[in-house]
């Protein structure tokens, strides 16, 4: 976002994004279905237990939170549900905006803040996905004990697995803020030219758009780095970065905020939340001032728990140092080859289509209405066959409940394939619209420009 964009900040926003758009504070409505459960059956629940708190919350979710609940909802349970292999969509954000409430409640203790996170975080996500969220917790708990940004950044990285590709952008943008202290549009150039190669969401593949946790999180620490502990420019600086520019200066503010405290965030930025503190988050029975209690209560839990000690006006910690979780590495040898638009209303799927294609996999980025809205208990069923090994889908019309693309196949032998899909239980008020084919294969194509 440019300097001549203003980014309006009106007194009233927030009570009136309460009022009419809810659905914008998914990155703490998350949050809250997991510290719920915490709540109800302690930090040992089971994975199930938050697992089946998201599969089933009313609320709308999208990408690799969407998949991971129609996975789960459809028998696929955690953590296959986030798995690259079930999950095109393993590597974007999404537990990395609701991983907070991981570092909020181990202060200190980033190793327990990370196996909170390998529980949760495999739901819905996987490989840099997963790291997202465990560099963010990390950050958190971090920010307990220091005020010094750039050592916070620093050492939660060490939770990261140093062959990553997600720990080696980190690392460079920590190097470039080095290299450019006075100039983070530099280093955001920096992370265009090298880091912004989405090779699996399917609405970032061939496209200018990235939801991947990797390129989100190093906008989070150039905001965080670059904003040198002032508020509104850390906000400002992570917000300008782009992309998933309003979960990002959450992030920032979040940690920056942790590091601070509450009273030395200045006021104008405080001052809104009066107005809603006591109102519950939209799909929540959790409101702001019950969140503080609850936070505080389980922050002290764990400290406890942990060989610690809470006093009434103090309390002793038993920091941990951060340790790199295990190793993984979603979409392996995966490299996107084509995408064949389909038209501006794309193949209305009237009883079958068929196309052919060269390589190991391929997405359906599809579209399923209904008109009017009619019928939403509706599942669409539908056949696929892979060179002659047909496969049944249940797609629910309902947004809630259904996953983002039609279909997605990785891991066939490299070669020539036939696809024909089937639409089984045809209704008359509905269509599947096909809008584009992704293709992969296991080898890079290289364009050499002459």
């Known amino acids: 976002m440019n300097d001549y964009q203003t980014i309006p900040r009106p007194d009233g926003a927030i009570k009136r994004y309460f009022d009419q758009e809810p659905g914008l504070f998914d990155d703490i409505y998350m949050d809250l279905s997991f510290v719920d459960v915490i709540e109800k059956y302690g930090v040992d629940a089971p994975v199930d237990s938050f697992a089946n708190a998201f599969a089933r919350a009313p609320y709308p979710l999208w990408h690799a939170n969407q998949t991971g609940r129609y996975n789960l909802l459809n028998g696929i349970k955690a953590p296959a549900s986030g798995h690259w292999s079930n999950n095109p ?3 974007d954000i999404d537990f990395q905006i609701e991983a907070d409430f991981a570092g909020l409640m181990h202060p200190g203790m980033g190793r327990s803040a990370s196996a909170l996170c390998d529980k949760v975080g495999h739901i819905m996500n996987y490989g840099e996905g997963y790291y997202g969220g465990v560099y963010i917790a990390n950050m958190y708990s971090l920010a307990f004990v220091s005020h010094q940004m750039e050592f916070i950044v620093t050492q939660a990285l060490k939770s990261i697995p140093q062959k990553s590709l997600y720990y080696q952008c980190m690392k460079d943008v ?25 090779i699996a969401c399917p609405d970032g593949v061939f496209l200018p758009f990235d939801i991947s946790a990797r390129v989100n999180s190093a906008y989070v620490i150039i905001g965080l780095l670059y904003g040198r502990g002032d508020f509104a420019k850390t906000v400002e600086i992570a917000t300008r970065c782009g992309q998933d520019a309003d979960c990002n200066p959450s992030s920032a503010a979040g940690i920056l905020g942790t590091m601070l405290g509450y009273q030395a965030i200045p006021a104008k930025w405080r001052k809104n939340l009066t107005a809603i503190e006591d109102r519950n988050f939209v799909y929540t029975e959790i409101s702001l001032n019950k969140m503080y209690e609850l936070g505080f209560q389980h922050a002290t839990q764990m400290i406890r728990a942990h060989g610690g000690s809470v006093y009434e006006d103090k309390v002793s910690l038993r920091y941990q ?10 979409f392996p040898s995966l490299y996107p080859i084509e995408r064949r638009w389909q038209g501006w209303n794309g193949i209305v799927l009237k009883d079958s289509h068929s196309f052919e294609f060269d390589g190991t996999g391929f997405t359906l980025c599809s579209n399923m209405s209904n008109e009017w ?18 496969e049944q889908l249940k797609l629910p019309y309902n947004f809630r409940i259904r996953r983002n693309e039609l279909f997605t196949k990785f891991g066939l032998n490299k070669g020539h394939h036939q ?3 089937k639409w089984l239980n045809p209704d008359p008020i509905g269509q599947i619209q096909i809008k584009d084919i992704l293709i992969y294969s ?5 364009t050499v420009l002459n």
């Open 89 to 91: 969509h393993a590597d």
């Open 174 to 198: 920590i190097g470039w803020y080095h290299q450019y202290p006075n100039d983070w549009k530099r280093t955001w150039f920096e992370v265009q030219r090298k880091w912004t190669q989405d």
């Open 321 to 330: 140092q951060p340790m790199p979780v295990a190793f993984e590495e979603s």
């Open 373 to 390: 809205g009619q019928n939403t208990n509706y599942v669409f069923q539908v056949e696929l066959e892979i060179d002659g090994l047909k």
């Open 419 to 421: 696809v024909t899909i």
């Open 442 to 446: 296991n080898e890079q194509i290289t």
